[in-house]
């Protein structure tokens, strides 16, 4: 017994090792640099302890504005990406022929580079001195005034950003949610069907039920995801994310760290440590919710 159970953790070891240098380790790092006051990134030398850097940053209009920003990614982009998914694969459930042709077009902006997907976003939304961009073309067309998408209003900024993160993340959830749709057990459908019972509760009643460990799945990947966004952002307003008023809180990390006002790693790791929590908070919230949500 005694031999079984050291070959268990002897075959633990080396994700034990792993997990403890690569997660455990730099999260107490960043603790502690968070805690640091006065930190000097030359000297490694600092004037104390306490909780200065967090006041700093929660004060930070900077920071302040990437909170708002990432929030309201959040709360757009997670629910109507997971919403438009689910439409989007029970249409496909419902088609015989060329299902996996229409798979793999819808999967195909996933496996696509993220700053070209930028890019054409950019040819879209934005105005140049050729063009004022396809969207604002439309628009015109029917008779409306164009707006700048990407320097202009920060509502039509914040419009093409949980656009754009929508259609890079809607393929993903369609893959999972075509999957979950397709390990449904077809004899509840076809006892509900010998009783009458109308498309709309056999949806509400069977297929929800059934799918619902997926699309909580979905829904907490989806919310780490938008927290951790940043890279979408740059491909879309370039690295001046301040100045365009469009950062976020991974954004700003890596502006106190990296950014022209960086090499302050004290700050970064208190505006890290908050951003941990938050995520922490609502997964945990998640997880609560889904005991009496979600069918296992």
């Not at 997971?82 to 249409?91: C, D, E, M, N, P």
């Amino acid at each position: 017994m005694k031999s079984s159970k050291f070959k268990g953790w002897l075959y633990l070891l080396p994700a034990i090792l792993f997990l403890g240098i690569f997660m455990v380790y730099p999260l107490i790092d960043v603790m502690i640099y968070s805690v640091e006051e006065g930190y000097n990134f030359v000297s490694q030398t600092s004037d104390g302890y306490g909780l200065f850097n967090y006041s700093y940053v929660l004060h930070d209009p900077y920071f302040l504005q990437a909170v708002k920003n990432t929030f309201l990614i959040v709360v757009i982009t997670v629910p109507l990406s997971t919403g438009f998914a689910l439409l989007v694969a029970l249409a496909l459930n419902s088609i015989q022929k060329l299902r996996n042709l229409f798979q793999t077009v819808y999967f195909l902006p996933y496996v696509t580079n993220t700053l070209a997907v930028g890019l054409v976003f950019m040819i879209l939304f934005k105005p140049t001195a050729y063009t004022d961009g396809m969207v604002n073309l439309l628009i015109q067309f029917f008779g409306g005034e164009g707006v700048d998408f990407i320097e202009g209003p920060y509502w039509a900024k914040m419009f093409v950003m949980c656009f754009y993160t929508i259609w890079v993340v809607l393929p993903f959830k369609v893959l999972i949610l075509t999957s979950a749709l397709a390990s449904v057990n077809q004899d509840y459908y076809n006892a509900a069907k010998i009783d009458g019972t109308s498309k709309g509760r056999i949806f509400r009643r069977i297929t929800l039920p059934m799918i619902s460990p997926m699309l909580f799945y979905l829904i907490i990947t989806g919310f780490i995801g938008a927290f951790k966004a940043y890279s979408d952002e740059v491909a879309l307003f370039g690295t001046d994310l301040n100045g365009a008023g469009m950062n976020t809180i991974v954004g700003y990390v890596y502006d106190m760290l990296y950014g022209t006002a960086g090499g302050y790693p004290s700050y970064a790791s208190a505006a890290a440590i908050i951003l941990f929590v938050i995520v922490l908070t609502i997964t945990c919230i998640n997880l609560m919710v889904s005991k009496k949500t979600v069918h296992y």
